[in-house]
């Protein structure tokens, strides 16, 4: 009887389930949105209980549309929105507020403070991260000091706070396991990533007990079986990984110095760096990528905030177009943008500026300036963001880049894959996985029940090389440059 692999990849935008066979070959696929919160600006948020249930549907459904047995399924990986935080009754399971997302600025004037009381440096060298409100740890202090609930649970000792893989595993297992994996710690900022443990010295600081966080374990291996009441049988629970992390494992980035870009909601770039922790000399977070047993592996990451989100922006609040092939035929129908440029700083900018502050800013517009123009602009600074980590990624190793690999619904843009590889001057290997995320958490998955994964390259991979000139290419992105000195510090 065949045996599959199930990958649980809870989004910012949506919730998916990904079967896959045990050459991880796919087979399957369910996916539900999940609905956007704002309830003021700069706030985003989700519902808990809807961010389970969408889960928990497309698990079902992607069982239903592979036409298997449930006890086909070898072992489940699970990877998840980062950052994001879920807060809940230990008694009944019931979350007391809605889950704060990555993309929330509503801690964002609490972390300027907080940089200048425990010191920029000091917090990236036990955490590899800046200090902004995208992290974990500002937004459980918001909820601790803002949500009645919270502080009654607490005196109870009866709160639970975690990122959605915790959420996700708490309800799978009926509250038997209360657990994160290493990756998804290393991104709250209280989790000191040279040590391995919760930080005392930064719990202390922002006020939070060590008791309502959840046990940090491997992201490959087994850590528990979901509950007979979920599924009708036990399945065995062996990867978990934060998105991004499971995306550069899902590439087979298992060499230092390979890297990856996904472009997801937002954009992220990760490059291996081996076994041991470094610090960027250039604004770059330094993140773990994976843990298994004695073998620990880093990462250094630059990470843009708005990538597939400002397309969507395009597409739902302007109404420029259709679909994302509409899109793409649009970009690709003008020359140029001629002279136009989108900085989608929604909700600040990330890597390497890091500027809660910065807004988006649209320039350059003219009398001839159509949809088209600001759809190609907008593609266009998605390559741009990736050119600005990939310098910044250069001058931290002192390699220049000889290739990346990207994943992630935009990626699959012709005109992205080809602008990215003009700007960056490099191939782009496209990955031949639609959905790279869960197949990373699958292939930890099946190392977690004890296969052996080898480390060549999947075949099939299709790449892009430059054809514009270089000598374009630095006119067009020093203007890049310039555009984003304008949305800078604007809130």
């Known amino acids: 009887m065949s045996k599959f692999f199930l990958a649980l990849d809870q989004g910012t935008t949506s919730s998916r389930a990904i079967l896959y066979d045990q050459s991880f070959n796919f087979i399957a696929k369910a996916q539900l949105d999940i609905t956007q919160y704002y309830p003021q600006e700069g706030w985003v948020e989700h519902n808990p209980a809807e961010i389970w249930e969408t889960q928990l549907s497309c698990c079902t459904l992607v069982i239903q549309k592979a036409n298997i047995k449930v006890d086909q399924i070898s072992a489940m990986g699970i990877t998840n929105q980062r950052e994001t935080i879920v807060a809940w009754n230990k008694a009944d399971g019931c979350p007391i507020y809605n889950a704060i997302v990555w993309q929330d600025r509503r801690t964002a004037s609490d972390c300027m403070q907080d940089a200048e009381l425990i010191g920029l440096e000091n917090n990236r060298w036990k955490t590899g991260l800046n200090l902004d409100a ?5 937004k459980i202090r918001w909820i601790l000091e ?5 502080k009654e649970l607490l005196s109870d000792n009866s709160l639970c706070i975690g990122t959605v893989d915790s959420w996700l595993i708490w309800n799978l297992t009926k509250g038997k396991l209360f657990i994160t994996d290493i990756t998804n710690a290393s991104r709250t900022n209280i989790f000191n990533i040279q040590t391995l443990t919760w930080d005392h010295d930064l719990l202390d600081y922002y006020k939070i007990p060590c008791s309502i966080l959840p046990e940090v374990v491997d992201s490959i291996g087994f850590v528990g079986n979901t509950s ?6 036990a399945i065995p629970i062996a990867g978990i990984a934060g998105d991004q992390q499971a995306a550069l494992f899902g590439h087979r980035c298992f060499k230092k110095g390979m890297m990856k870009n996904t472009f997801g909601t937002g954009c992220f770039l990760l490059q291996h760096i081996g076994n041991e922790f470094k ?3 250039n604004k770059l977070l330094t993140t773990i990528a994976w843990k298994r047993g004695e073998e620990l592996a880093y990462a250094l990451e630059g990470s843009v905030f708005n990538a597939g989100s400002a397309l969507k922006w395009l597409k739902e609040n302007l109404q420029l177009f259709a679909d994302y092939a509409e899109a793409d035929e649009l970009a690709a129908s003008v020359s140029s943008t001629d002279n136009v440029y989108l900085v989608p700083a929604f ?4 890597a390497p500026y890091w500027d809660m502050h910065a807004r988006g800013a649209l320039l350059g517009l003219n009398r001839n300036t159509n949809r088209a123009h600001i759809i190609r602009a907008t593609f266009e600074s998605l390559a741009f963001q990736c050119r600005d980590i990939v310098e910044t990624l250069a001058r931290d190793s002192g390699v220049p880049i000889q290739s990346l690999q990207i994943d992630g619904g935009v990626s699959k843009s012709p005109f992205l894959q080809q602008f ?4 960056l001057q490099t191939k782009i290997l496209v990955s031949p996985s639609k959905e790279c995320t869960a197949l990373g958490v699958a292939m930890m998955a099946a190392e977690g029940i004890g296969m052996n994964l ?3 390259e999947r075949r099939g991979t299709q790449f892009k090389i430059p054809i514009m000139p270089a000598q374009q290419v630095e006119i067009i992105y020093s203007k890049w440059k310039k555009a984003v000195e304008r949305s800078k510090g604007w809130a």
Not at 146 to 150: F, W
Not at 228 to 233: E, R, S
Not at 347 to 350: A, E
Request: proline share 3%; hydrophobic share 45%.
């Open 134 to 138: 995208y992290f974990s740890a500002p």
């Open 146 to 150: 803002n949500v009645a609930q919270a």
């Open 228 to 233: 007979i009441d979920v599924f009708g049988i």
């Open 420 to 423: 990215l590889a003009d700007v």
């Open 279 to 281: 610090l960027s000399e």
């Open 347 to 350: 909700t600040g900018l990330g």
């Open 454 to 456: 080898d480390d060549e």
